[in-house]
């Protein structure tokens, strides 16, 4: 379990966290330099926040009310750093050896054991940089988990990757997650690896933690401008009301029905690309609009269609490429269905 309600602040800066995960991957999405790493170090005991409360397991690591602040290597957590942090004139047994409080004999046995649960045996004599970045990765994880940590914190863990072993060892990572009975705090700006990886999401914008939420939750209806972008939506405006279920897209110059009740703190709208369809002329009698294709983008299996509403802003309609021979023009009737609008603070 965690909890955590801080605040630290710089000159040019000021971090305000609040979120809570129970034996769940708790996943703090936001674009870099948004205080998402700063947040682990608050946790992990790097850095000390300015008043707060952080609780681990029912402990209580840091109070600034009550002047608690348990030391880094008293709180039993595993982080992995961006760049694993790996002792670079050791050897992978070594690296993790050096960890371990046992006696010699039990020590070895250990470290055996976890290096070929990692599939390490090969590489146990090498050091950090005569192995890649996989093996490196995976070298550095086995080292936090063999401490049994309370909880684990992973920052961008896949940022140090080549493409080509990300999808690998993002799956490696699953089967870690699966098996760690505790919570997990996932740092990324990827979308689509939180939503893989994650329970739980917590958005943070400039220092804040703007929207929280279980995982399918934050993605259907992200509540807030940063929570749509950081969400992959393509297509926002500027937005006012107009009654309970109508609002004006001032940058598309339309006026759009909404599915759900228009609060009166709307500032923008927001429909993700996939959610845009072409207007069938069975029962599309609200949201249909004549559009102009100024350039068509072929992706593997669908097609981005970059289009605009009476010369107005662009915004993006992804189609399958299998219903994209229907469009034989530069012109297309646009179907904006009510109950995908996003209504954003």
Same mark, same amino acid.
């Given at each position: 379990?965690?909890?955590?309600?801080?605040?630290?602040?710089?000159?040019?800066?000021?971090?305000?966290?609040?979120?809570?995960?129970?034996?769940?991957?708790?996943?703090?999405?936001?674009?870099?330099?948004?205080?998402?790493?700063?947040?682990?170090?608050?946790?992990?005991?790097?850095?000390?926040?300015?008043?707060?409360?952080?609780?681990?397991?029912?402990? %209580?690591?840091?109070?600034?009310?009550?002047?608690?602040?348990?030391?880094?290597?008293?709180? $039993?957590?595993? #982080?992995?750093?961006?760049?694993?942090?790996?002792?670079?004139?050791?050897?992978?047994? $070594?690296?993790?050896?050096?960890?371990?409080?046992?006696?010699?004999?039990?020590?070895?046995?250990?470290?055996?054991?976890?290096?070929?649960?990692?599939?390490?045996?090969?590489?146990?004599?090498?050091?950090?940089?005569?192995?890649?970045?996989?093996?490196?990765?995976?070298?550095?994880?086995?080292?936090?988990?063999?401490?049994?940590?309370?909880?684990?914190?992973?920052?961008?863990?896949? +940022?140090?990757?080549?493409?080509?072993?990300?999808?690998?060892?993002?799956?490696?990572?699953?089967?870690?997650?699966?098996?760690?009975?505790?919570?997990?705090?996932? !740092? +990324?700006?990827?979308?689509?690896?939180? #939503?893989?990886?994650? $329970?739980?999401?917590?958005?943070?914008?400039?220092?804040?933690?703007?929207?929280?939420?279980?995982?399918?939750?934050?993605?259907?209806?992200?509540?807030?401008?940063?929570?749509?972008?950081?969400?992959?939506?393509?297509?926002?405006?500027?937005?006012?009301?107009?009654?309970?279920?109508? @609002?004006?897209?001032?940058?598309?110059? @339309?006026?759009?029905?909404?599915?759900?009740?228009?609060?009166?703190? !709307?500032? #923008?709208?927001?429909?993700?690309?996939?959610?845009?369809?072409?207007?069938?002329?069975?029962?599309?009698? %609200?949201?249909?609009?004549?559009?102009?294709?100024?350039?068509?983008?072929?992706?593997?299996?669908?097609?981005?269609?970059?289009?605009?509403?009476?010369?107005?802003?662009?915004?993006?309609?992804?189609?399958?490429?299998?219903?994209?021979?229907?469009?034989?023009?530069?012109?297309?009737?646009?179907?904006?269905?009510?109950?995908?609008?996003?209504?954003?603070?």
């Amino acid at each position: 379990m965690l909890y955590i309600d801080i605040e630290k602040s710089f000159p040019d800066f000021k971090l305000a966290a609040q979120f809570e995960g129970e034996n769940e991957v708790v996943a703090l999405l936001g674009a870099s330099g948004c205080g998402k790493s700063l947040t682990l170090k608050c946790i992990a005991g790097i850095e000390q926040p300015d008043r707060g409360r952080i609780v681990i397991n029912n402990e %209580v690591v840091f109070d600034s009310e009550k002047r608690v602040n348990i030391p880094p290597q008293k709180r $039993n957590v595993g #982080y992995l750093f961006q760049n694993y942090a790996l002792f670079p004139t050791m050897t992978v047994w $070594n690296n993790i050896a050096c960890v371990i409080k046992k006696p010699k004999n039990q020590r070895r046995e250990i470290v055996d054991e976890i290096l070929q649960k990692f599939q390490l045996e090969d590489v146990k004599n090498l050091r950090p940089r005569q192995i890649s970045g996989g093996q490196q990765q995976r070298a550095a994880l086995a080292r936090i988990l063999v401490l049994e940590p309370k909880i684990l914190l992973l920052d961008e863990p896949f +940022s140090a990757l080549d493409t080509h072993l990300k999808w690998h060892m993002e799956q490696e990572i699953a089967s870690v997650l699966a098996e760690f009975h505790g919570t997990t705090v996932f !740092v +990324s700006h990827n979308r689509d690896e939180v #939503y893989r990886l994650s $329970n739980q999401i917590a958005i943070m914008s400039n220092g804040k933690i703007e929207s929280t939420g279980a995982k399918q939750a934050v993605f259907d209806s992200p509540k807030t401008l940063a929570a749509a972008l950081m969400t992959g939506c393509k297509n926002i405006s500027k937005a006012e009301k107009i009654d309970d279920f109508h @609002v004006k897209a001032i940058d598309w110059g @339309v006026a759009l029905k909404t599915g759900h009740r228009v609060p009166d703190n !709307v500032k #923008y709208v927001g429909v993700r690309a996939h959610h845009l369809k072409l207007a069938s002329g069975a029962g599309d009698d %609200v949201n249909v609009f004549s559009c102009r294709i100024h350039k068509i983008i072929d992706e593997p299996f669908e097609r981005i269609f970059i289009v605009s509403f009476n010369g107005q802003n662009t915004l993006q309609l992804e189609l399958p490429k299998d219903i994209c021979g229907e469009i034989d023009s530069h012109e297309l009737a646009l179907f904006v269905p009510p109950d995908k609008i996003m209504c954003l603070e």
